[in-house]
Structure formats: C-alpha cells, structure tokens
C-alpha cells in the first residue's frame, strides 16, 4: 500500500497570506489528523477528521481550519498567516476513528515558511 | 488531563553501547503508550506500542519498551547503539476516552563512533 502523501512538501508564503496543504491518507483509513511541528513547541495536535466530520480539535485559533472529502483526502488552511505558523505540518492517517487504539501513519509533512 | 515527559532533549550514546530513552507519563485512565521515530526531513514512524497486553513491548529495529505502571514510566531501550539509530524520539501518550495524542517534547539520540 502506498502511505500517507502530502502536499506540497516545501511552501514559502508571507504574512498575511492564506495557505491550503494537501494530505491523502493510506488507502482504507479514514482518520485523518494533523499535526503541526515546531523546535519551540514540539509536536501539537491540529485536529482529527473522520467520515468528513471533524471529531477532536487542538487548542489553535480559528485561524486554522481543515476539511475532509468522500475519498478520506484531508485538506488544512491557515488564513493571515503570521511567522509563528512557520512549521512542519505533519497528518496521518489510522483505519478507526479512535486515534488512540490504532496506529497512526505519518506523512512526510509540509514545511511551511512564513516570510 | 494526559501529558508525556521526556528526561533529557539531547542523549549521546557510543556505537554498540545500551540506549536509554527515558518516558514519563500522566493519565488518569489506562493509557495507551507509543514511541515514534522521526529521521531527519520525514515524518513520524512508529517504533512501538503498548495498548494493555504485555508489558514488555517489542518493537522495529531491536527497540522495545516497558510498561511500568507503578513507575509511570514507559522507557524505551536498545541492547547495541547503531550509527542508524541516530534520530529524533518521541513518547505519546493516549486513551481510550479521549482520541488527541499527547506527544512529548522529544529526545535527540546521537551516536557516537
């Protein structure tokens, strides 16, 4: 089976803009969470979607938003972007919608720079 | 609330030598424990997990991991240091009430000829 992709790997944007990244999660899960990796703040949960519907959501502002499709293909947007957003944005994927009884599988993450 | 600690950002351990990563965890219900593996420019890859059945957790690469409950501590260890094995570690704690993990801040391992 293919695994977890994300895109674009590498995205360079400035203050204020709006971004969209892309995560397509292994064939058959439909749990998709993402993740955003900082050196300051480690790694900090986003959100989780299931069945195109959001189940969990971490503490970020509203800033932050995301969407699953029909297929489990996930999408995060990040309006007026500020340089803290600069990160690695991390999804994965699991077959249950439970996270945390079944393994997740990470993408390769999208490393966003905010100029 | 669930949290995860990992004693020590950076630990430096010579080839062939014991590795210790060490993992602290708090949970106020049975917890689900995992560490992941993170290689430079990639994403998350999970080593090992516990999820309540036996308390000695083997795992990829010759990692394994024990649950201490006592001791609340879920350590993660390697008989002999490869270069390979140099990478980013990371403890995650979860249960089966609450879906978020709770990643830890992380552990550096660096190998050392």
């Known amino acids: 089976k293919a695994g977890v992709t994300q895109t674009p790997r590498y995205l360079i944007k400035t203050r204020g803009q709006q971004v969209t990244l892309s995560c397509s999660p292994i064939?058959?899960?439909?749990?998709v969470s993402w993740y955003q990796q900082t050196p300051g703040q480690g790694l900090q949960f986003l959100f989780e979607?299931?069945?195109?519907?959001?189940?969990n959501k971490g503490n970020f502002p509203g800033r932050f938003s995301g969407r699953q499709f029909s297929n489990s293909r996930s999408e995060m947007n990040v309006s007026t972007l500020e340089l803290g957003d600069s990160a690695l944005y991390l999804c994965?994927?699991?077959?249950?919608?439970?996270?945390?009884?079944?393994?997740?599988?990470f993408g390769p993450g999208t490393r966003l720079t905010v100029l | 609330a669930q949290s995860v600690t990992q004693l020590g950002s950076h630990v430096s351990v010579s080839e062939g030598a014991l590795v210790l990563l060490r993992c602290n965890y708090s949970?106020?219900?049975?917890?689900?424990l995992f560490w992941y593996v993170q290689y430079p420019n990639q994403g998350l890859q999970l080593l090992l997990k516990?999820?309540?059945?036996?308390?000695l957790v083997k795992g990829i690469n010759g990692f394994e991991a024990e649950f201490k409950k006592s001791e609340t501590s879920f350590h993660l260890t390697k008989p002999s240091a490869h270069m390979s094995d140099a990478a980013e570690y990371f403890c995650a704690v979860t249960s089966n009430r609450d879906d978020k993990i709770i990643f830890g801040k992380g552990t550096r391992l660096h190998i050392l000829p």
């Open positions: 064939s058959g899960h439909r749990s």
């Open positions: 516990y999820t309540s059945a036996a308390t």
């Open positions: 979607y299931f069945s195109e519907t959001q189940r």
């Open positions: 949970s106020s219900v049975p917890p689900y």
């Open positions: 994965a994927s699991s077959s249950v919608e439970r996270g945390g009884t079944d393994t997740q599988y």
